[in-house]
């Protein structure tokens, strides 16, 4: 067990080096970017003098390295600080939104974890007839066509034709949990099919190739039915690269999510994003940045702790 | 013995198929055999005689890719070719169990090997968990396992090789089942082990008077084990008698060339003169992986002279191929020399010459893995001459033609082979001519005759003999079979635990008195006798009772 700590706060360092080296990449990548707050709120016909004092009153007169230290010094006392354009602190501005987008993403793999790893199992078991290849390809349509159109067609098809569910998932803040689940029910079900394919493969694999190993036959010797022999022999090998697929996937629900949010009209992180792109908000843009980036880091450090406390050779030395 | 009442199981006409190149192709070829209660049956044959789909076939099992063809599999009234599944399920674990060659691969990683022993005690309702466990301990104590109590609660990889083979002979034990299929279960270990665990498996299997299949390619292991033995070849019965019979009176020819395998013995060399300079020559050499904390190889000297053969001994994890490593510049030692001609030669291979490195090369244990899948014969054996001799165009081609007529393989017929187009022997002599492609000085051949049956080692090793009178070469022979050493060796390095127990001319090492480790290795050898188990475990008993007398 205390080898299990160890690594988990040396996963934990490295993790948070890597965070610091992605800040800086984020500052210096929005440095580079063309044109500024000042310029794009004040427009083409603002004089220079104008330019000057908004710059300085927004303290963009500032060298670059100063103002990454202050960004960052903030950052880590938990001032994330103010939105360049409206003034608003960020964490006002984003709160609600992250939110948003953790909850469509938790709904999503609620769904689509056990699912693919179910689907995974079954087409294992069948492998080969027609059920595995119907799942398959299934699933593998599924992530083939644009997210938008898998979008646009379940809107047709649950909105429009069915009436089922509402096309447009706006919330209310106070909108109760099961209002909430009713309205983000078709995004939900979009980013499902989109994620599904590439865990429930890896899981079918996973598990076909620990298949023809000797520990599998023996278990057959013994008597183990065809379930058993998947379910209890083989999936426990598997929880490595399974894992790893899923924490990729469970990430990108989060990041990833943008076209969805702007089918379904979603109040969520990917918006914001674009928007402030748009606008050149800067601190705003490199805020969401980092607590994405933040978001991966920990999921490849859960990911790497399961894979290894899966693994009895890691876990119980000699 | 073989009246209705008695016999388990019955065999009739067995032909199995196996799918290759989308063709279905037989492997047995109708095999008969019976097997009455309590009785042990030895199958014996080469790689591919078709021992283990026999084995398998007997508890009703196919591999994926095979199929019962015809025949029937007999076992207590019940014809296991046509049951159905939940009817084959059903009888595996309880009445028929099965132990695997190689039990580090055969238990499941992810779990306790109790947890796995008990699986199918529990599930098929034969004792509780409770009972299961209990009874697990007392077959671990029964079969002569270290700490009894507790061994089961470890994960496999928290277990030696020998320990999880009994281990698994126990978990076979586990529902009383009133047969046992043993394919190959010894084959994987160090003689000193195998000893161990065969004597275990005799003991159990009398004690519970369980019938058994034992499958080996290993005469003398079979002839201390069963009560009968098959000989099978190509999927069909040889003969079969039972032990005494086959050993002393074997009627076929083939089992009589089985039987006869080790006879070749290199030609006696004379004496290496007194100022004769050795080809290579390790002096002291210590050597050490940085990640651990104790040297693998220590104060390790040893000499190769031109034409004659050093063979190291030991068992898995003494520092045999570790000290080839080290010689071969792989992994430098932390002190001592090496010499090359009377010359040091640098530590690291990186830092030596191509002439240097020309000297020395290696012929591998896996034959398969060690030959590029994708090259073809005369380029495999082709690049070591251009590379380390400069030959190119003619002279080259004609050079591999000769060389490829040295290893005895018509050049016409094999130049544009690729690796898979050959058969195991044939992979080991191209691993030999690409050795041999650099016209080294001293050749490392490491395990090169393990992977092979009998009777094609034995072809390898008269060609090795050949070629090293033909070139005058220097051999390091890394084996852990002694009777390859007794058949080719001049010179004996026995090692254990990265030193030299003991070292010296064959016959000196092979004649009394021996180190105490030299004792163990040579006496673990199985011999033809059936009586050689029983008399060795009785000597080592009574060595032991002199010892705490001393005491």
């Known amino acids: 067990m205390h080898y299990l700590i160890k690594l988990f706060i040396q996963r934990l360092a490295l993790g948070l080096l890597t965070l610091f080296v992605v800040s800086l990449v984020i500052f210096l990548s929005i440095e580079l970017l063309p044109g500024d707050v000042a310029q794009q709120v004040l427009g083409q016909s603002a004089t220079p003098e104008n330019l000057a004092a908004f710059r300085r009153e927004l303290g963009l007169d500032q060298p670059a390295h100063s103002r990454y230290l202050e960004w960052l010094g903030g950052f880590l006392q938990g001032d994330l600080g103010n939105s360049l354009i409206s003034g608003i602190p960020i964490w006002d501005l984003i709160s609600e939104r992250l939110y948003n987008t953790f909850f469509l993403a938790g709904f999503a793999a609620l769904i689509s974890v056990p699912l693919a790893v179910l689907l995974g199992v079954v087409a294992a078991l069948y492998r080969d007839t027609l059920l595995d290849k119907s799942i398959n390809v299934a699933t593998l349509t599924a992530i083939s066509v644009p997210e938008f159109f898998v979008g646009y067609i379940l809107v047709w098809l649950f909105a429009v034709e069915l009436g089922l569910f509402p096309s447009i998932a706006n919330l209310s803040d106070d909108a109760s949990l099961s209002d909430r689940l009713y309205r983000t029910f078709l995004p939900a079900l979009t980013l499902t099919l989109i994620v599904t394919a590439h865990m429930m493969r890896m899981t079918r694999a996973s598990l076909i190739n620990l298949l023809a190993l000797p520990y599998i036959e023996m278990a057959r010797l013994k008597g183990a039915s065809q379930r058993r022999l998947i379910v209890i022999h083989a999936l426990p090998n598997a929880i490595a690269p399974i894992v790893t697929v899923i924490a990729i996937n469970l990430a990108y629900l989060i990041v990833g999510v943008v076209i969805v949010e702007v089918v379904f009209v979603y109040p969520g992180m990917g918006q914001l994003l674009v928007d402030s792109v748009a606008k050149r908000d800067f601190t705003v843009v490199q805020t969401s940045c980092l607590l994405f980036s933040a978001t991966y880091i920990l999921f490849n450090l859960a990911s790497d702790l399961i894979s290894i406390a899966s693994n009895p050779r890691l876990l119980h030395r000699k | 013995m073989t009246n209705q009442d008695t016999q388990l199981l019955k065999v009739q006409n067995l032909q199995i198929e196996g799918l290759s190149e989308d063709r279905w192709k037989p492997i047995v070829k109708g095999v008969d055999l019976t097997l009455a209660k309590g009785e042990v049956l030895g199958l014996i044959g080469e790689s591919g005689a078709g021992k283990s789909t026999i084995g398998l076939g007997a508890m009703g099992y196919v591999r994926d890719g095979c199929r019962f063809s015809g025949g029937s599999v007999e076992f207590d009234g019940v014809d296991l070719t046509k049951a159905d599944r939940e009817t084959r399920r059903n009888l595996r674990s309880t009445r028929i169990a099965y132990v695997a060659q190689s039990a580090a691969a055969s238990f499941n990683p992810a779990f306790k090997l109790i947890n796995q022993h008990t699986e199918f005690a529990v599930r098929r309702g034969v ?425």
């Open chain 2, 127 to 551: 004792m509780s968990r409770d009972e299961a466990q209990r009874d697990a301990i007392d077959l671990y104590r029964q079969l002569q396992l270290p700490n009894p109590d507790e061994i089961g609660f470890r994960y496999p990889h928290q277990v030696s090789g020998g320990q999880l083979q009994r281990a698994m002979t126990a978990m076979a034990m586990a529902c009383r089942p009133d047969l046992i299929i043993f394919d190959e279960p010894t084959t994987a270990l160090d003689v000193t082990t195998q000893i161990e665990v065969l004597s275990a498996i005799r003991e159990i299997v009398e004690e519970f008077g369980t019938s058994a299949i034992y499958i080996t390619h290993d005469l003398a292991v079979v002839a201390q084990m069963a009560d009968r033995i098959m000989v099978l070849r190509h999927g069909n019965e040889v003969e079969s008698a039972d032990t005494e019979t086959m050993l002393n009176a074997p009627q076929e020819d083939y089992t009589k060339s089985l039987w006869a395998v080790r006879s070749f013995t290199a030609e006696e060399k004379p004496e290496v003169s007194e100022d004769a300079v050795p080809v290579v020559s390790l002096k002291n050499v210590t050597a050490q992986y940085p990640s651990m904390a104790q040297p693998v190889l220590n104060d390790i000297s040893m000499s190769f002279y031109p034409g004659r053969t050093v063979a190291v001994v030991g068992e898995s994890g003494s520092g045999k191929s570790t000290t080839a490593r080290s010689l071969m510049g792989l992994l430098p030692p932390i002190s001592g020399d090496i010499l090359l001609n009377g010359e040091p030669l640098a530590p690291q291979f990186r830092k030596r010459s191509k002439a240097e490195l020309k000297s020395v090369q290696m012929i591998y244990q896996m034959a398969d893995t060690a030959l590029n899948p994708k090259q073809r014969i005369r380029d495999i054996i082709g690049r070591p001459m251009t590379y380390y001799r400069g030959l190119k165009g003619k002279a080259l081609t004609e050079e591999t033609r000769a060389l490829l007529a040295d290893i005895e393989l018509e050049p016409d017929q094999y130049m544009n082979r690729l690796p898979s187009e050959l058969s195991g022997g044939q992979k080991q002599r191209i691993g030999i001519a690409r050795a041999l492609a650099a016209a080294p000085q001293l050749v490392i051949c490491d395990e090169v005759t393990s992977a092979l049956d009998q009777l094609v080692a034995e072809g390898i090793l008269r060609l090795l003999d050949k070629l090293q009178k033909e070139h005058n070469l220097a051999y390091m022979f890394i084996t852990h079979d002694i009777s390859t050493v007794r058949a080719i060796a001049d010179e004996v390095v026995v090692m254990q635990h990265g030193k030299i127990v003991e070292q010296g001319p064959k016959n000196a090492i092979f004649s009394p008195p021996h180190a105490l480790y030299t004792d163990l290795l040579l006496s673990s050898v199985p011999e033809m006798d059936p009586t050689w188990l029983d008399r060795v475990l009785a000597d080592r008993v009574s060595e032991a009772a002199r010892a705490y007398l001393v005491e």
